[in-house]
């Protein structure tokens, strides 16, 4: 009988909740992707909370290093998101577009993005959080990482989830599996290439 091919290592995927607002619905659809992904066993998922890990608002000139009072909150984010071979992003959708808080985490960073997936999760009203994604789209594609096609949009998400904060809508239990299986191809995929050659910006 032959010998079982070894399973590939899991790979690392960084859920960045990017709501830090008081009140904030964040928690729940965090629980509810996370659940998905320790579900899966080709992958491990490391949650950063922003509303945990805050970062500084002010960055540095363009070229400079940051400022010393940055560096231990930096130390609490910046080696988590360069570890990840694929990201999960949650967030809602403020004034048609994403929160300060969530571009403040990119600009914040910039190798950590390069070459590696990212998969959306929004909510909100009657769009879902789509336009956050769309704008996010095009600040991640700057930054030189692939972006899911399929998104998970959960339009009225306050009505979705039963008193025990538990997903009520099967199709939105669907777009996860979909989104996550697009995103394991890409971080896969994109993993090898790096390990056979350094991305080059």
Known sequence: MPTP???PTALRVAILVGSTREGR???VVTRWIKGHLDQRDDMEVDVVDLAETPLPTVLPAFGQP???DTTEALALVSP???AADAFV???????HSYPASLKNAIDWHNEQWHA???GFVSYGGVSGGLRAVEHLRVVMAELNTMTIR??????????LFDEKQEMTAPASDSAVKTMLDQLAWWAQALRKARTARPYAA
């Open 89 to 95: 992003f949650i967030t809602p959708e403020y004034n």
């Open 66 to 68: 940051p400022a010393p």
């Open 150 to 159: 399929n998104t998970v949009s959960l339009h009225d998400a306050w009505g």
């Open 80 to 82: 988590r998101l360069a």
């Open 25 to 27: 619905f964040a928690p």
């Open 5 to 7: 091919a070894p399973r």
């Open 116 to 118: 590696k997936p990212i």
